[in-house]
């Protein structure tokens, strides 16, 4: 089975008739779209050929953001007060439909509204479309949202740690408002100074010891301090060139700490989530920012890795299990919400965009 196209033949049908990607579809928590999981599913289908899902899913999104706009206009608004939001905030997932899902969920997360934009400028310069009338509203309204919003802690990319600031968000938020300032034009220009003291602030408080550091303030505990997710700092966010020294340093610790010697990749030391297996994404993520870096055989390597995590079916799970970190917490996941979440369609997306970027070799 060829893998590639097996991964879009996954995606496809896991879409909605409303453009919405399902997160996962037999895991119960994630039968929702999240707007994390749907951008880098958009994009990877982008890079597939596949545009009319990806321009499917950012109708989707659009409709979405409008839909729960006067939400955002009152985070907007009390963020201007500097008052606590209480329930007006934009949802991490939605419903298929685009509603609020009826059970509690860590919803306060920024990152996914950065990687939308981005995800979207992207696939606006690759199919040369326009944005529509409610598309031009639906970026602004999220950069503006993101704008006001920026500096809050809110929930991290792992819908944990929400006490604190996350390098990663923040440079998803910086992808975003730069991307918002190229799509809006001369409207834009204002999102880009801020994207600048986002980059700032980063450099300035996200540093520990040469690397980038899990969240600020920086953890006294070393099992919190580092994460694979940085890499999403250069790739694709950009706040930092792939091959910048703190990038460097940065995944040099990915790979001395979170990564199973030839093997996938942890998301931090203290992760508990199923007792902590090896993530199917940020292999194929860190194989993306070797890619970036010219180191192709490393690149590879987890290629394979990935590949050969696909069950008989060509599915590719969430995490796998045989190097956990915590395997005395894995019985506690499975009994609350069944085996591990499979298939995972943003494994499948990541998949795709490292086996494209190795075919552009
Ligand atoms: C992960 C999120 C992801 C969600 C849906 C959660 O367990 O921590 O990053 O967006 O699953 O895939």
Known sequence: MDLFQHSVHVITAHQAPTGAYVASPHFPVYRY?????????????????QHGSARSFHDW??????RHARKAERAIEKAARSEPLGQDYLHTRYTLEGEEGPEGWPDFQLDGFGTWLWALSEHVQRTGVSLTPDGQAAVALAARYLSALWARPCYDLWEEHPHYQHPYTLAAIYAGLRAAGTLLGAEGH???EVAEQVRR?????GVQEGRLVKYIPPAPDPAYRIDASLVGVATPYRLLPPEDPLMRA????????????GGGVHRYRADTYYGGGEW??????????YMEVAEIQRARELLDWVEAQADAEG???EQVSGHLLAPERYGEW??????VAKPLLWSHAKYLILRCALQST
């Open 33 to 49: 779209s999240w707007f994390r999981d749907g951008a880098f599913i958009a994009y990877a289908m982008d890079l597939a050929g």
């Open 61 to 66: 999104a659009i409709r979405t953001i409008l």
């Open 190 to 192: 204002a999102l880009i």
């Open 201 to 205: 602030f980063v450099l300035t408080h």
């Open 250 to 261: 940065t995944v040099a610790s990915i790979e001395r700490e979170l990564r199973c010697p």
């Open 280 to 289: 199917v994404l940020l292999a194929a993520w860190l194989g993306w920012y």
């Open 315 to 317: 599915h590719l799970p």
């Open 334 to 339: 499975e009994a609350r919400w069944g085996p």
